[in-house]
């Protein structure tokens, strides 16, 4: 907010009683002063009413530019309002001295005045109390077009003194939102009135940015203009209103204060049960209540930043803060090996000049939501040669145990510091990065130990396991004197309910085709996929599902290739009951 003392023709054409007001209007904490500058016969015809007066109130240019002078040494700003040719002039003289211009409402139709401010790209107030919108529409318009500095509208009846039914304030908040731009209150109520002192109060609070207010030294006297002038002792306390106003208005942020009291008083996110180290906390594991633990989130919180992954044990009724917890680091771990005797080395066998094993890992690293791909295959020296597929690096190797599967999947995970671990097999060239990605989001939201796809595509997804369960199936598998069925990962969670939490994600209909079949195991399944990559010209890229699926559907008969073939996981039913009945701990 911007004061301005207006101290218009208060001077009486005296330079002493000019300097006088321009101190006391420093002294009463006023931003600025503003002038009016005419001359008497730039302004009126000798038969005008007020000529005389007019002539009586000239002030020479050279007693200004001192005036000018004072006023910007005492820390004021210096606004004028120019009402002719001569005031143009003198504005041009002393432009250096001047910090922004006025109109007053009586000649804003000036079209000439218009082009002889335009230069001086300042700051400019303009009158508009009294003018109907379509009026105020067609001279801002013009104004607009001409002036390039800032336009301010100041509103206020100019009559003196004002009544105050006349005030009209609510016009301030009408200006501003028709025009888009600041507006000022220029009030003229009768000084002798307690409403002199609160109006502008009211004003500013109702939108005006510039308040501008007359000032004398002595209303009694009943100098020029002294009808709405405030004498220094009152207008220091009408300043002072505003600034007490200005601090309470405040403004659109937030105070320390306020958000301090929320943060010590309103509801922090608490444990409902305890967390295991590795745990994802979801929603249903969280509830409300009040905590003086300054860091905790705050309720508020809970859907934006939760999901999050435990970085260790939590007990129940404890509130959360972030160093208890993390974003959950997720790797795709391919198992892979060169064990294969139906299709001998299966993994390295090119498929439209590409290796299977390094299509599957290109898909793997299209998906948007992981942080590392791993290679997990078996220390033997047969196996070797799987180690030099890191795809310049973007791929992890891992080697470990040839039998335990759940043990070199824990040993990718910890070597890559992961918290979530998707197995896929190596055996798909066709892996999805959509479906991979839905199932890595699915897993995180529910919080499970386990999540797979109810029905899917063969050869498309993997299982996704939280790093602290797989922990857990390690420690038992560690009992077990047969590892035989590790190659079976799956079984052991599906079959222990009352040990693993279980996801089963039914995927999108589009995405289930349950008679294709997108494995690598045998000769059929080669000829297929060398079909597939070699008709969609794929190179070095991945293989989206959407575009293979429109491919496939398009050429049906692609698919009759390997159909006969059984799979024996799924339709060996002896098998089927070997490892339900292996794979149960109670």
Known sequence: MKVIAEIANAHLGDPARLTELIIAAADSGADGVKFQWFKYDSIATPDFIHYQVYTDLFIDKTVWADALKLAKGLGLEVWVDIYDEWGAQVLAELEGLVDGMKLATTVIQSDTLVQALKKFEKPILIGVGGWFEEEIDKQLSYIKDNFKGPIMLMHGFQGYPTRTEDSNLSRLAYFKQ????????????????????????????????????????????????????????????????????????????????????????????????????????????????????????????ASERFPLLSKSGIPVNTPITPDMVKEPKVCIVVICRLKSTRLRQKALLPINGVPSIERCLMNCLAVPNCDQVVLATSDLPEDQPLTNFTL?????????????????????????????????????????????????????????????????????????????????????????????????????????????????????????????????????????????????????????????????????????INREIKVKWRDDTSLIDKLNEATKFL
């Not at 005006?208 to 002792?233: V, W």
């Open 392 to 560: 310049g690096n973007k791929v992890q190797i891992v080697t470990g145990d040839p039998i335990d599967v759940a043990k070199r999947m824990l040993k990718a995970a910890e070597e890559s510091n992961a918290d979530i671990v998707v197995r896929v097999t190596g055996d798909d060239p066709c892996i999805s990065p959509e479906m991979l990605a839905f199932l890595i989001d699915h897993h995180i939201n529910s919080g499970a130990d386990f999540t797979h796809a109810k029905k899917s595509t063969m050869g498309t997804v993997g299982d996704v396991i939280t790093v602290e369960a797989l922990r857990r199936l390690s420690q038992l598998l560690q009992h077990s004197e047969n590892l035989t069925y590790t190659e079976y990962l799956s079984f052991y969670f599906m079959n222990n309910p009352t040990l693993f939490k279980v996801n089963s994600i039914g995927f999108p209909d589009p995405w289930v085709f349950p008679d294709w079949r997108l494995t690598l195991d045998e000769a059929k399944d080669l000829e297929l996929f060398e079909r597939i990559f070699k008709a969609l010209d794929v190179g070095k890229r991945p293989l989206y599902f959407e575009e293979l699926k429109s491919f496939l559907l398009s050429k049906p008969e692609l698919m009759d």
């Open 178 to 301: 028709r025009y888009q731009l600041e507006v000022g209150f220029a009030d003229h109520e009768d000084a002798d009135n307690q409403m002199a002192i609160d109006l502008p109060v009211y004003a500013y609070l109702l939108g005006a940015g510039i308040i501008e207010k007359h000032i004398t030294m002595n209303r009694s006297g009943k100098g020029t203009d002294y009808y709405s002038a405030l004498e220094p002792n009152e207008f220091k306390v009408m300043v002072d209103k505003l600034r007490r106003a200005e601090i309470v208005f405040g403004s659109l942020e937030i105070k320390e204060s306020e958000r301090k009291y929320l943060e010590d008083s309103s509801l922090k996110i608490v444990t409902r049960k305890s967390i295991s180290p590795g745990e994802i906390i979801t929603s249903d594991k969280i509830m409300y209540k009040r905590s003086s633990v300054p860091s905790a989130f705050m309720a508020q919180n």
